[in-house]
């Protein structure tokens, strides 16, 4: 694959100050059963090139999956006319320095190859899941999904580039849905495709996803009988399944620095945070420390370079409540002279990158569980998103979990349904009182981040401990 590219590369005949070839080649598999029934085996690829050019400042796109030497170069004039057309109205003159040249491989780590299970083999699995789920007639939906994606990226450019990544992707999703007269509980397996992972089969070991699913059956029907979240204002403790879209929508695309300078407010609005801000804002308590960490392994965004050939390293984003740094590529940190990470990503051979988040990580502290738990004398301890809502600025949030317990008197007493609660981004995050130690971390991801326009669905990983949030609304009903 790099010998075609890069003698497609030589061949291209444009006065370009930077040329970039990167090859993507994706093949997904989808396996879906929905009680007790096969609904979806569905297999599909693609495979294209995205030409990326640097003239007079601007950059310059245009993609093509017809992959002849003529289509490749016909592309390459057409972005190098866009670039030209561009620069007459450019906000900031770009060069080749926002384009490193990126030589090396990344493979995702495995333990099980993704063909050791045959399709009937993930099948019979995912059936297994449903007679699971199925632990009485009060559970009255099922389902489990399986998907397996494996991609290759190749970048080469006219700097020198010549990087090659593969990534192994596993998305599981398992539900019970169960009902009580006119009261219908859901609960799946730590929030909707929240089990997104870099790995192989070991990610389907049938003994660990049939104990997963047996808990989730169960907790489905406790929710059934038991009583509404109270509404109040207490002392909050979040799973980490719940952390991840916590931290996923109040830190991670309030940073991204394209949306801070306005570059995506006509898809999903902007940000609350300012240019200004970075290295002096104080995000949240002093427990509070996020990195920028690409290189976890099996975390479902890892990476070694970005789409723009830069080399992914662990960077904080806010440390000891301070923010300090942003989602922005070269070209974001050069326009608003803020500090930022290798971010540049995108989620298909046609769509250009743009600043997208990757893994974003609260890192843990030094309670265990139980200490958090016995700290507390009154307070409401939630699993799992169920529900989201948060302003254009990232600011102003409501969400609602699927599963709850009370805490009273340092314990966990008797299960919630319908909890939510709500907050404001600066305030709640300055209101972590209690840090999870490393035993209580949980990594998560998901599949299907959006952002931009025409839209691209990106995944992102997400890992935290668990937390706790003194003084914050909580309340019942749906969310």
């Known amino acids: 694959m790099t010998q075609v590219l890069e003698t497609w590369l030589k061949q291209i005949e444009i006065p370009a100050d930077w040329i970039g070839l990167r090859q993507v080649t994706e093949t997904s598999t989808l396996r879906y059963v929905r009680d007790g029934k096969p609904q979806s085996n569905g297999r599909s690829h693609s495979k294209g090139v995205m030409v990326e050019v640097l003239a007079k400042g601007q950059m310059g796109y245009c993609a093509t999956n017809h992959l002849t030497l003529g289509n490749i170069k016909l592309a390459a004039e057409i972005a190098y006319q866009q670039a030209v057309t561009a620069a007459e109205w450019g906000i900031y003159p770009f060069t080749v320095e926002q384009r490193p040249k990126a030589v090396g491989t990344y493979y995702s780590p495995y333990l099980k190859p993704l063909d050791i299970l045959s399709p009937k083999d993930i099948n019979d699995l995912l059936l297994k899941v449903n007679e699971t789920l199925k632990v009485n007639d009060k559970i009255v939906s099922t389902s489990a999904i399986a998907r397996l994606v494996e991609t290759e990226i190749q970048l080469v450019s006219s700097n020198g580039s010549d990087a090659y990544q593969k990534f192994l992707l596993i998305t ?159 070209e974001s940190q050069i326009r608003s002279n803020v500090p930022g990470v290798s971010n540049l990503r995108a989620s298909s051979w046609n769509r250009p990158p743009i600043d997208r988040m990757a893994n974003i990580n609260l890192e843990p502290g030094n309670t265990s569980f139980d200490e958090m738990i016995s700290n507390i004398e009154s307070g409401v301890y939630m699993e799992s998103n169920r529900s989201w809502s948060i302003d254009d600025y990232r600011n102003k949030f409501q969400f609602g979990c699927e599963y709850a317990k009370l805490i009273e008197n340092g314990k966990l007493t008797k299960t919630l349904k319908n909890p939510n609660y709500r907050g404001i981004t600066n305030q709640f995050w300055r209101s972590l009182s209690q840090l999870g130690d490393r035993s209580t971390l949980g990594i998560y991801g998901t599949p299907s981040c959006g952002k931009g326009e025409p839209n691209q669905a990106i995944r992102v990983g997400h890992a935290s401990p668990v937390c706790a949030f003194d003084n914050i609304e909580v309340f019942g009903g749906v969310g």
Do not use: W
């Open 172 to 330: 599981t999703d398992y539900t019970a849905t169960a009902q009580d007269g006119n009261i219908i509980q859901k609960r799946t397996d730590n929030g909707l495709t929240a089990r997104s992972y870099q790995g192989g089969m070991e990610c389907l070991d049938e003994t660990e996803v049939l104990g997963r699913a047996k808990k989730i059956a169960e907790q489905a029907l406790e929710l059934l009988s038991a009583p509404d979240c109270p509404t109040t204002t207490t002392t909050l403790v979040l799973a980490p399944d719940q952390m991840m879209l916590q931290i996923h929508e109040s830190i991670g695309h309030p940073l991204e620095l394209d949306r801070i300078l306005g570059d995506e407010r006509n898809y999903a609005g902007s940000s609350f945070v300012k240019l200004e801000d970075f290295g002096q804002l104080v995000y949240g308590s002093p427990l509070m420390n996020v990195t920028f960490d690409p290189s976890v392994s099996g975390q479902f965004a890892s990476y070694r370079f970005d789409d723009g050939g830069n080399l992914a390293t662990r960077e904080y984003l806010i440390k000891e409540g301070i923010l300090l740094r942003g989602l922005g590529s070269k």
